[in-house]
């Protein structure tokens, strides 16, 4: 099957710094990728979509400029919270496409974001 | 965003089969059927899609009705293993992301 890791699986930061998560597809090629985040109790819902060399597009009211996405090849993404709040704190997963198979997506297991 | 309807929560005793329904009025003919499932503090698990034909693999069967507008996941004997959320979620098949409702709750009591 397709495997998605990400890296950290949990993290704790102070408020005003910087946090990245990594999201790699292990075992094949993702042209696009997605970030989501859940809070507790509630659904996915997601923030933005990234391709492969090009800018990610980001969902109605999620800040680009704070949430900083970059795809850099066709295995890695990278989400950068910058200038981490408490209310940042939650629980992010990304997604990615396999290339040639566009109707399914695999998931990460998340990275559980908690800001002091 | 095409939307579906899922029960809030549903409940089952082991090594029963459950049928979780979805109800998607507004379906168009490009629309995917996909069924996730998450465990708590885990990202969503592939259980199952399918366009038109009902689809069957190890996890899971997927009733689809003949005019598309409603589906059906059948886990065939569901262990405790099976608790989680359950999603279904309309996709195209092209770029655009998958978008999560609410989903069914399952609950299974040994």
């Known amino acids: 099957g397709a495997v998605v890791s990400q890296h950290p699986s949990r993290v704790i930061c102070k408020s005003g710094t910087s946090v990245k998560i990594e999201c790699r597809s292990l075992d094949f090629q993702a042209t696009t990728m997605f970030w989501y985040r859940q809070f507790p109790k509630q659904s996915l819902m997601l923030m933005a979509t990234s391709n492969e060399g090009s800018k990610a597009t980001y969902e109605q009211g999620v800040e680009k400029d704070k949430f900083l996405i970059n795809h850099a090849s066709l295995t890695l993404s990278t989400l950068t919270v910058t200038s981490a709040h408490p209310e940042d704190s939650s629980f992010y997963i990304c997604?990615?496409?396999?290339?040639?198979?566009?109707?399914?997506?695999?998931f990460g297991p998340g990275t559980r974001l908690t800001v002091l | 965003d095409a939307k579906t309807t899922q029960p809030n929560s549903m409940e089952s005793n082991e090594e029963e089969p459950v049928h979780l329904p979805c109800n998607h009025s507004t379906i168009s003919g490009t629309d995917y059927i996909h069924w996730y499932r998450q465990l708590p503090s885990q990202g969503p698990e592939y259980v199952i899609h399918?366009?038109?034909s009902n689809v069957n693999n190890r996890m899971a069967s997927l009733a689809i009705a003949e005019d598309r507008k409603s589906s059906t996941l059948i886990l065939h004997r569901a262990t405790l293993r099976d608790a989680a959320v359950y999603y279904c979620i309309l996709g195209y098949s092209g770029n655009t992301p998958l978008v999560f409702g609410k989903g069914t709750r399952l609950s299974v009591i040994a």
């Open positions: 997604s990615a496409r396999r290339r040639g198979r566009v109707d399914t997506q695999y």
């Open positions: 399918g366009l038109t």
